[in-house]
């Protein structure tokens, strides 16, 4: 037998000083390979709002603006166009958008890369991703944070070509940015979402929206979602029982706090919590000897855990000419791994390669204050700095060998 373990403990910091935008000089080249391309502003928000003729608002550079006036290649896709279509993650994203290319990468960490250019080295925690996910113009740190669901949207912008100037990350390829719902304060409301299908699956969506004051409101989602595993992973012990692969156990919440006590300011608090508790991926080895897609010949367990916070505060003051923000966030990703990485049992390979655990954990804290123009004037403008610490570990403990029993721990 022979045993191998190995940690790594990344630390690094970034920090761009500063970022300028001109809308008429620093993005006038992607302005114009915007407008030549085919999918340069492409409304899938939805076709009834399209052949109306309604104004599509978007965030794009920072600043609120409509898409057909945005000097970029944008898709925006509304809620109800996600709904219909059963994009509820990232992944189901995969073909949606002219451009946009979402993948599995060892069955935990999501691939994402738009026009080809994405993140080439997901397992690597240090390594910067070509496209970049934002959550209300937050930077998600960590690709395995990528594995959660979207909850309580608004839309999703897709922006195409480099972004690094205005998101104050190197997104050569472009980023995704999932923007929320905000808090309502002229109306109580809510909803409450079940959807049950086979192999148990329950998805249950509750919503609230509580005004406390005239200038102060309060909204909040849960989501769970559960069913049963796709395939069974045969060869283990039998204290395993029938052990489902492809399963879910997931539960997602998000508390958000707004207040404008002006009409020239408003501060936004948002938190949101993801977790999952899961067997891991079906990935049936090309040399199974079951034929039979949905048994998995595999005598070690897998296993997936994920933990997802996020916390951010939004701050906006209207000086006329223009708006100063301050986004201020804090994030935590903890995610561990039991993996059968040789993907078939002893008495087929006549030998293992199992890790017991790959776990990796990422916290972050990042600043940005920008302050963008007001208005359609002849001079549109944003300029602003950002800073950006990560803390970053991985701890990994494989075991390889001929014998016929492999380390448990």
Known sequence: ??????????????MIPAFLGLSQTAHAAEA????????????DVGAAEADAGEEIIVTGEKQETTLQRAPLAITAIGADRLAQSNVTQLIDMNGFVPGLTVANSGSFVRVVSIRGVGYEASDNLSAQPGTSFHIDGVYVVSPYALQQDFLDLKRVEVLRGPQGTVFGQSATGGIINAITEKPDMAKFGGSVQLELGNY?????????????TDTLAIRGTVQRYYHKGFAVQTGLA???????????????TKLSLLWEPSDSFSAQLTAQYFTA???????KHVADPDPDPRRISQD?????????FLAYADLRYDLGFGTLKSLTSYQRTRNHNQIDVDRLNYASLGAYDVQPYWDNGVDAFSQEFNLTSNGNGPLSYIVGGYFLYQNLKQDILEYKGTDATPPST
Not at 200 to 212: E, K, Y
């Open 32 to 43: 114009a390979d915007s407008l030549a391309t085919a999918d340069a502003a492409t409304v």
């Open 300 to 308: 070690y367990p897998n296993k997936y855990q994920l933990d997802f």
């Open 277 to 283: 508790d899961e067997n891991g991926a079906a990935q």
């Open 238 to 252: 039998p204290s395993y029982g029938r052990y489902g692969l492809d399963d879910a156990d997931r539960l997602s």
């Open 200 to 212: 148990d699956l329950v998805r249950g969506t509750a919503t609230l929206n509580v005004p406390l």
């Open 1 to 14: 037998m022979v045993s191998m373990r190995h940690k790594a403990r990344f630390l690094a910091g970034a």
